[in-house]
């Protein structure tokens, strides 16, 4: 089973990007599935999580601006980025706590 994110970029503040972590070989469906990110010198935190009943949690730091979402029938997790700051920026994980963490995909926030 492979977790497979893309998505990131480089972007201005006040930017958007959408995220999306494909899960092949697996499923997404009924599992929760997670959001982490990691700046450079900092440890990897987390950010966001749905859960196998669709419960959205969000860090108190990107609650109101990112969205957390599902598409069981193409196996991906995505995660909605709006309003985008400069201490938005890291690489992005996707996690199951089935299958373990994908590759990272960098987001750069410029100011």
């Known amino acids: 089973v492979q977790l497979q994110a893309s998505g990131g970029g480089l972007v201005q503040a006040g930017d958007s990007l959408r995220l999306s972590c494909v899960v092949s070989g697996g499923t997404v469906r009924n599992f929760a599935m997670g959001w982490f990110r990691r700046a450079t010198g900092k440890e990897r935190e987390f950010v966001a999580a749905?859960?196998?009943?669709?419960?959205?949690y969000y860090d108190d730091s990107v609650k109101g601006r990112f969205t957390v979402s599902r598409d069981n029938a193409k196996n991906t997790v995505f995660l909605e980025m709006n309003s985008l700051k400069p201490e938005d920026t890291a690489v992005y994980y996707c996690?199951?706590?089935?299958?373990?963490w994908g590759q990272g995909t960098q987001v750069t926030v410029s100011s």
């Open positions: 749905i859960t196998w009943s669709d419960t959205p």
């Open positions: 996690n199951s706590p089935r299958y373990g």
